[in-house]
């Protein structure tokens, strides 16, 4: 086939880190210290105090996060948490590493996110904890959730490595939940290249999280390297899970151009929803309510299939022939063949979950597309539906 030397390419993701997180590594590579220590120190009070939550431990990746925080509330053989099968498989990899079950309640279709009318159903007496997930940044219902949660004495623990911009009620995702756990994945609204950090009211938590993350022992390399004394002791069964100093230091460089990055991405995805208002017909624009501060990590649309002549992937394709790459957030987890297969009836086929996971798709979104190019992609979207719409 001949390549289209014209053709505008609008890539799904497109990662460029600040200056000042180059400056940051670049002092740290050179400061003779890379396990974590002051950077790493200096990122968690930062988080702690945009996330306004009183503490934090930084880690290796957000399902190291879930996973600790999960055992440190007692995860174990036999115990089951409550989540949505509408997410990326780290968060269920996170509850069978912890060595509980996964128990999927149903999502909403409009929010996507986890229907709390279902997560009451599935509470039983094994239930150690609920973990919805923010899908895409937009905050679950966090009122009615709590109030699940507290009536049945079960911790409320948030998957919020989508959520680091968003907000609920006006307080971020944190202050909702017992811990929350955010993602400095590559492609997150605030990046690391990896990692992630717990946020939570309970010192004990985050104490135990911290302790987990360096195999238990009772302090850092870089504590005992302060007070020149070399002993120790192992408190905990350990993990390899702490975020590195280089890490840190590109967080700490990315978090001074953050509030503008969410800035940059609030107008891009305005100007989705103003390109795409016309065609409602045929597409669902993602929720906005007041009380809700999406974060902006994913831009989902869904497709009304009863007026498209094609399916998702199709539709996919033909945005692909004008250089528009999209995504899928996610297939839910019981279609994965693996979890299919290891997952007893609790983890199986939901009706909403299923039928979202057939008509979703992802647009570009991130700080560094252009105006121009949410315009082409809004004019692309709408040369297929004019192709394959029904009349
Ligand atoms: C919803 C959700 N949970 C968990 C994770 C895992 O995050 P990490 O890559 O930091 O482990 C991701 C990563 O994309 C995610 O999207």
């Known amino acids: 086939m001949k390549k289209n030397k014209t053709l505008r390419r609008v890539p799904l993701h497109d990662i460029k880190l600040s200056g000042q997180a180059i400056k940051h590594a670049n002092e740290t590579l050179k400061s003779g210290w890379l396990s974590p220590g002051p950077k790493v120190a200096a990122f968690e009070k930062a988080l702690c105090e945009m996330m306004r939550t009183r503490y934090g431990a930084a880690v290796a ?72 997930v923010d899908i895409a940044g937009y905050p679950a219902d966090y009122r009615v959730l709590k109030k699940i949660c507290d009536t049945k004495s079960v911790p409320l623990i948030a998957d919020a490595a989508h959520s680091v911009g968003s907000a609920y009620r006006g307080k971020p995702i944190p202050g909702h939940t017992d811990a929350a756990v955010i993602s400095f994945h590559a492609t997150k609204n605030l990046t690391c290249g990896e990692g992630g950090m717990v946020l939570s009211k309970h010192k004990a938590i985050i ?39 280089v890490h840190a230091a590109i967080g700490l460089g990315q978090l001074s151009v953050f509030q503008s990055d969410q800035e940059k991405r609030r107008r891009l995805a305005g100007r989705y929803m103003t390109g795409l208002s016309g065609l409602t017909e045929y597409i669902e624009l993602p929720p906005q309510e007041k009380h809700c501060r999406h974060g902006w990590h994913l831009f989902i649309i869904k497709l009304r299939l009863s007026r498209l002549r094609i399916k998702r992937d199709t539709f996919i394709e033909k945005l692909a022939g004008y250089g528009v790459e999209c995504g899928v957030h996610y297939k839910p987890i019981f279609e994965l063949s693996y979890y299919r297969e290891i997952l007893g009836e609790t983890g199986q086929y939901l009706p909403n979950a299923t039928y979202a996971g057939r008509r979703i798709v992802t647009l570009p979104l991130y700080p560094g597309l252009k105006m121009t190019d949410v315009n082409y992609v809004c004019e692309c979207i709408a040369k297929v539906i004019k192709q394959y719409g029904r009349k």
Do not use: C
């Open 207 to 245: 104490d135990a999280v911290r302790i987990m993350s360096r195999h238990g022992l009772t302090s850092s390399a870089y504590q005992r390297k302060k007070a020149a004394r070399w002993d120790y002791d192992a408190m905990y069964p350990g993990y390899k899970a702490n975020m590195s100093e």
């Open 61 to 132: 990746s957000a399902t190291a996060g879930l996973e600790l925080v999960l055992t440190s509330i007692g995860a174990q053989p036999g115990k089951e948490v409550v989540t949505t099968p509408l997410t990326f498989v780290g968060t269920i990899e996170a509850i069978l590493s912890a060595g509980a079950t996964p128990v999927f309640a149903d999502i909403d279709p409009q929010s996507l996110n986890i229907d709390p009318d279902e997560v009451f159903r599935k509470i039983t007496h094994h239930t150690i904890a609920v973990m919805p």
